[in-house]
């Protein structure tokens, strides 16, 4: 049994302050410590449900080298192995093989979300919100629908309160989620003690997979419209010319800036600012695979998500 666990940091029971989870900061050696550990509990729940490989897939953009590469390795449990990605999604392998469940570990709420810790969407300074379909999702909603492309169900979800909410009411009920902080404000929070909050994912984890049938694979629909909602037009134009993609203004927040572009192509647009960012997706293909591969080819270099970005 194939289980692919994917994690981000800001979820960390812990972990609540920008300086945490940036590369390079002292309070960030501690933190990648406390991440590892999370996954590790992860990785042990999975294995006792059966699975007999076991692939990590850092998505946390610490900037610098820390990019996507944030975990201690010689902390990490020996029954798993890691992806050292350079561009975000960029390993779709496991999935391509036949995955049986996938698990998203320290998750974060997406931009906007009440009290959500650290919350933001690919970039909280660049993006306000995007939709799939009219529905808001955050990374979770990415990652789901990466995995869902392949057929592969996300099962479990760790991270504050407001996250965990989130991917309930995107994935469903049958979703299993383990709260190891309570949300009080974006850079306050009430944690369990990580020895606690690494128990509860690993029993979440053994649950999640055991019961990996009861969870469809998100799919967002298709064909599927995106829309990226932008915090100043500037961030618009790089687009604005090219083919399949409408930019208009958001008369949901009122004429002027921000901005939203609808994606009404079979295309992954990628680009960004200084760094290339994922910015939509849109699935209105038939073959899983050829969805699948548009996913994979996110970004071409790191994706934007160090704390001078993700800033309100």
Known sequence: MRVFVISDMEGVAGVVKWEQVDGGESLFEEARKLYTEEINAAVRGAKAAGATEIVVMDCHGAGKGWTFNSLVP?????????????????????????????????????????????SHTISGRDYRDLRFNGVSVGETGINAALCGTWGCPVVLVTGDDVVCREATELIGPELVTVQVKQALGRSSARHLPPVRARALIEEGAKAAVAARDRVPPYDPGKPCAV???????????????????????????????????????????????????LVGVHLPIDGREDVGRRLSQVVEGDVDDTPAHRTA
């Open 227 to 277: 829309e990226a909602v932008f915090a100043t037009s500037d961030l618009v134009e790089p687009y604005r010319w090219r083919h399949g993609v409408e930019v208009v203004l958001d008369r949901h927040r009122g004429a002027g800036p921000p901005l939203e572009q609808n994606l009404r192509e079979p295309l992954l647009l990628l680009e960004g600012r200084v760094r290339r960012l």
């Open 74 to 118: 010689e902390l990490l449990d020996p029954d798993c192995e890691w992806v050292v990605q350079n561009e975000w999604t960029e390993y779709t392998e496991l999935l391509e093989q036949g995955c049986d469940a996938a698990l998203l570990v320290a998750m974060h709420a997406k931009a906007g979300a009440d009290r959500g810790v650290m």
